[in-house]
């Protein structure tokens, strides 16, 4: 009889000996980080830590100077086509929403599946719709992006995102630019995928989505990640002095 196949394990993200320099700043030193398949991990840390660089990493948005990254066991690749392909596998919403201005809410979300995937675009308005009404803004459909509030805005890049077939979210800060109001409302969308098992990483300042959503907190300052563990264990007990300090520096505002 023949040897049953063991499917090898192979993580969604993986950093590896990861470093990136500006000049003479060393904002990502020595990253070593694994990102499971449906894991929601939350990155926090003071201003400057290297939370955006770190993410930006993962689809080459930011180049690195040292090290590995690679995506579901593949090095992720420096240009061209396979750039692209990957690129489209690793969903990523800004700070700043990053819509096409001049174009409708319906047109921003088609663009990707028609142009990079080549679905056809009676089937990609159906798609969009369907994901436009996922993240409660199917009425917006055929407004352009300054006729709608700003977490309206970042819902639709969230569905532009979605629309791509994404197996991995990254999320730089998406509700710094909103009005307090606005906030929950992209949290709310963004709890929901993470029920529905999307594996994300997901930079914030929103300690209460962290606690309630993530698997993995990581608290990264100096351009390390300093400390990691589950929400219970980092908010609850954190085991270093920097942590400490900031979770400190963050109840008194």
Request: charged share 25%.
């Amino acid at each position: 009889m023949s040897e049953p196949i063991i499917e090898e394990h192979v993580p969604m993200v993986e950093y590896r000996h990861v470093h990136k320099h500006y000049g003479s700043l060393h904002v990502l030193n020595d990253i070593n980080l694994t990102v499971e398949p449906g894991e929601v991990i939350v990155v926090i840390g003071p201003s400057g830590s290297g939370k955006s660089t770190l993410i930006r990493t993962a689809n080459r948005l930011e180049t690195i100077d040292a090290g590995e990254i690679l995506i579901e066991g593949l090095p992720l690749p420096e240009e061209g086509k396979q750039l692209a392909r990957v690129r489209a596998e690793v969903g990523m919403v800004f700070q700043s929403f990053n819509l096409f201005a001049h174009k409708t809410v319906l047109d921003n979300v088609i663009m990707g599946p028609v142009s990079v995937l080549g679905v056809n675009k009676k089937e990609a308005e159906e798609e969009a719709a369907a994901l436009l009404r996922r993240v409660g803004v199917e009425e917006q459909a055929h407004k352009v992006p300054a006729q709608l509030s700003g977490g309206q805005q970042q819902r639709v890049a969230i569905a532009r995102s979605l629309a791509m077939h994404p197996k991995v979210m990254l999320f730089d800060e998406p509700t710094s630019a909103l009005d307090p109001e606005m906030i929950n409302e992209v949290l709310d969308v963004m709890v929901e995928l993470a029920r529905g098992g999307m594996t994300m990483v997901v930079v914030t300042h929103e300690m209460n989505f962290a606690k309630r959503v993530s698997n993995r907190v990581l608290f990264m300052a100096d351009g390390q990640i300093i400390e990691e563990g589950t929400p219970e264990q980092f908010f609850d007990n954190p085991q270093t002095d920097r942590a400490r300090d900031f979770l400190e520096s963050i109840k008194t505002h």
